[in-house]
């Protein structure tokens, strides 16, 4: 696990997918962006590849996947029906859409179940387990505050669900249950109130709330970024 201080997963996240497709010798490469309405463009510069979108249908979102260049196709609706097929994708990219949606487990299924043997998995989520991921669930009044807190272009406010998958510990379970590999394992700063006008506030607001659980809520990081393989062969407990 490393320390990242900063939003450099999407950097991160790009030269793996790059790793991707050199790994296919030339061959079009197939990425699910799923989240694609929260997520930020990939960076696919001379990659040959082909993008395919899904998220919930809510008006923000929709208008945000409009806008996306980098989409192929996108589709919106229950992510638990979203079409998916199996064993379609080289590359599954997940941002910011576990944290905000029900039945999180089961749609993180179908989407493992999408990947090719040997394809990669890349998950951005907030972390259940920090002190802001516990203030983003927990707080009244998330819209007003978000108005003050975050970055005028700052997306949502979206639903804080925050199931149990949501956290590293959550997570790593997942992966070891599905015979998955973790190959990265990253701790962010990325959260739109920590970033905003306010950010120094909100950074003490986190340790606060750290103290008071008795260090059980990381102040340090809101997001966890982790780089996970499924294997390529058959013995392997795939979905």
Not at 75 to 104: K, N, Q, T, W
Not at 153 to 161: E, K
Not at 195 to 217: D, E, Y
Request: proline share 7%.
């Amino acid at each position: 696990m490393s320390d990242v201080r900063l939003t450099t997963a999407g950097g991160v996240f790009s030269q793996r997918i790059r790793e991707q497709w050199n790994e296919q010798l030339g061959r079009r490469i197939d990425i699910l962006a799923a989240g694609c309405g929260r997520g930020a463009p990939l960076e696919l510069d001379q990659i040959d590849a082909r993008v395919t979108g899904v998220d919930e249908d809510r008006p923000f979102l929709r208008a945000a996947t409009v806008a996306r260049p980098d989409l192929d196709s996108w589709s919106l609706g229950d992510m638990r029906s979203v079409p998916l097929m199996p064993r379609s994708y080289d590359v599954v990219c997940v941002e910011f859409l576990l944290e905000r949606i029900p039945h999180a487990e089961l749609v993180l299924d179908r989407m493992v179940n999408g990947l090719r043997p040997g394809g990669l998995l890349l998950i951005r989520m907030r972390d259940r387990k920090s002190a802001y991921g516990f203030l983003d669930r927990k707080v009244p009044f998330r819209k007003p505050l978000r108005r003050w807190l975050a970055p005028e272009d700052a997306a949502g406010p979206l639903p804080s669900i925050y199931e149990p998958v949501t956290s590293r510990e959550g997570v790593h379970s997942y992966c070891m249950m599905r015979g998955l590999m973790i190959a990265e394992d990253h701790s962010l700063i990325s959260g739109p109130a920590r970033l905003g006008p306010h950010g120094g506030l909100v950074a003490g607001v986190c340790r606060t709330v750290s103290r008071l659980s008795g260090g059980r809520l990381a102040p340090d990081h809101d997001e966890i970024a982790l780089v996970v393989r499924k294997p390529q062969h058959h013995f392997a407990r795939l979905i």
